[in-house]
């Protein structure tokens, strides 16, 4: 392998938000340069895809991990799972174990959890994410990814790929020590977890981001004696917002359309902050806008809004009527989770606490301002010997 006098470091710090920034006062010396994202609508299974191929989700079809599609459904022999109590089958351990089990019986290469989808209902459900959204192939609408780049260029990369955090920047050092790799994407994601538990003020969120600098400036300084120029580049994909009340959607609805029978006149799925409908009769249609419209802590989205937001999917893939929470609002029980959290994100784009936020060791172009904008950031900074470094 070729040594390289350029490094091209990028740390993904998952749901870092640009509030949250303004909160701490997190790699100024080494990273000056930093400007707010914009963020799509969506989880992260939206915001990952939409970093990697740098297209909007509309088009790369990644939004959310359940969509209904019977046909097409891989847990067609699922219903069998619901015979069991709900007390055991909805626990989280055995859900994560469960998971692995699918994961594996499916083959499946993508980020795969059951969560707390119905078994009784499942059999009428796809999972989106069933590829590995880094290995080729693996984006549903086909694209090529920032990694297909580096492979066809062949261009020497490191991208660790466990969760564990310790390990994962252990790998990113040792890969640095023969200065043959060009580009590392480091991806941390135990804030994201931390935040869901305890909120954006909660001094855990201060003391992992502590842990975070020491680690990054630990890693940047062994870089720049490995190499002549290093541009360091942290972004995020979404912010967080601190959960102010939750509320039960799916009783609302069942209580207030007792006759509607589910997978007869309608089917739904509950995330976190948005609940997606497709009706089978106008009637469904009419009653259930009419429940919804009268949940003043959430709003359908109109044809016109998910246009804009470029989440306007072809066949209605994801859903008939989205309805989403106002900041703040947490469905629970929802078909992610049972508990309530003390922080959630997937909120519209639009809200402060929903920005993601972009910090370097260099100057930002001006035409780096959303998410879609970050692939082709990191795929012009593979010639960092040209750029000139932030004072």
Sequence with gaps: MRKSDNLNLNIFIDALGWEILQKNNFLTEIAPQRKKIDTVFGYS??????????????????????????????????????????????????????????????????????YNMPFHWLHLFDYTEQKNIFEPNGINGKQDTIFDTLRDTNINFCRPKGYDEEQSFAEAHDALKDSEVEFVYLFLGKLDAILHQYGTDAPEVTEHLKWYEGKIQQLMAFAEKQYSNVHLSIFSDH?????????????????????????????????????????????????????????????????????????????????????????????????????????????????????????????????????????????????????????
């Design 45 to 114: 299974s939206t915001c990952d895809p939409t970093i990697l191929t740098g297209v909007s989700p509309r088009e790369h079809d990644h939004f959310t991990f359940y969509t209904y599609d019977p046909e097409n459904s891989p847990f067609k022999y699922y219903k069998v799972l619901s015979i069991f109590p709900k007390f055991l089958m909805n626990r989280g351990r055995v859900r994560s174990k469960l998971s692995q089990i699918v994961n594996k019986l499916h083959g499946f290469t993508g980020y795969f959890q059951l």
């Design 239 to 391: 912010g967080m917002t601190d959960i102010l009340e939750s509320v039960d959607v799916q009783q609302i609805i069942k209580k207030n359309c007792p006759d509607l029978k589910y997978n007869k006149d309608y089917v739904g799925i509950y995330d976190s902050t948005m609940a997606r409908f497709w009706f089978f009769n106008d009637q469904a249609r009419e009653r259930i806008h009419q429940v919804l419209n009268d949940i003043e802590t959430g709003d359908i989205l109109s044809d016109t809004e998910l246009e804009a937001l470029e989440c306007n999917f072809k066949n209605n893939r994801y859903g008939e009527t989205m309805f989403l929470m106002k900041p703040g609002r947490l469905i629970v029980p929802s078909h992610m989770g049972e508990k309530p959290l003390k922080g959630m994100h997937g909120y519209h784009p639009d809200d402060k606490t929903s920005a993601a936020a972009l910090l370097t060791n260099m100057s930002i172009p001006d035409n780096v301002n959303r998410l879609s904008d970050l692939r082709d950031y990191m795929q012009s900074n593979l010639e960092i010997g040209n750029l000139k470094i932030a004072s």
